[in-house]
T-cell receptor, first 112, second 113 residues
Framework: LAKTTQPISMDSYEGQEVNITCSHN???????ITWYQQFPSQGPRFIIQ???TKVTNEVASLFIPADRKSSTLSLPRVSLSDTAVYYC?????????????FGAGTRLFVKA | EAQVTQNPRYLITVTGKKLTVTCSQN?????MSWYRQDPGLGLRQIYY???????DKGDVPEGYKVSRKEKRNFPLILESPSPNQTSLYFC????????????FGDGTRLSIL
């Protein structure tokens, strides 16, 4: 199973774009890349998911290069409420299994 | 409202006293998982289930049991809890495999003394 590596923490200011990169060198062919957001004392919340190239939704973009060994979550114009821990997850449905591995997460702190 | 419900939300207990944390989802999801979260270690999968009566080990299954007798319920059982199982536990469910997002409960904070 592919393990992930993310920066432990990042700081930003309100209104800036934030890019968080996740490394997953051993990603398998059928693995999807999913990002979650977690606030203190709450369960993680789905942000975005992709397999290759670029995916965009109303809250974020996800960039995945052709080799898929990394991915970058892009949060446009962050606000104070975006202060949270962001997890990159690589997982797949294997024959007979569904193991998932979360990284240690990136703690984003947005300052005024 | 679509949700994953865990009970209890908080529990303080003693070593060796069997306990069960319940998890129920109302979205008719096939897949369910249990995770534990510890400072600096992120979320680690304990067990998962792909359907009724189909369960398998995640990364840290030692000391835990699960069952999936009904699609909506996936209880986590600690037969003989120990202090190293003090943690924040999350249950999650999803409609499909890795191409579907997981929906998480609000967590259960267990303290084993």
């Amino acid at each position: 199973l592919a393990k992930t590596t993310q920066p432990i923490s990042m700081d930003s200011y309100e209104g800036q774009e934030v890019n968080i990169t996740c490394s997953h060198n051993n990603i398998a062919t059928n693995d999807y890349i999913t990002w979650y957001q977690q606030f203190p004392s709450q369960g993680p919340r789905f942000i975005i998911q992709g397999y290759k190239t670029k995916v965009t939704n109303e809250v974020a973009s996800l960039f995945i290069p052709a080799d898929r060994k990394s991915s970058t979550l892009s949060l446009p114009r962050v606000s104070l409420s975006d202060t949270a821990v962001y997890y990159c997850l690589v997982g797949a449905l294997y024959t007979g299994g569904f193991k998932t591995i979360f990284g240690a997460g990136t703690r984003l702190f947005v300052k005024a | 409202e679509a949700q994953v419900t865990q009970n209890p939300r908080y529990l303080i207990t003693v070593t060796g006293k069997k306990l069960t944390v319940t998890c129920s989802q109302n979205m008719n999801h096939e897949y369910m998982s249990w995770y534990r979260q510890d400072p600096g270690l992120g979320l680690r999968q304990i067990y998962y289930s792909m359907n009724v009566e189909v369960t398998d080990k995640g990364d840290v299954p030692e000391g835990y049991k699960v069952s999936r007798k009904e699609k909506r319920n996936f209880p986590l059982i600690l037969e003989s809890p120990s202090p190293n199982q003090t943690s924040l536990y999350f249950c999650a469910s999803s409609f499909g495999g890795s191409d579907q997002p997981q929906h998480f409960g609000d967590g259960t904070r267990l303290s084993i003394l």
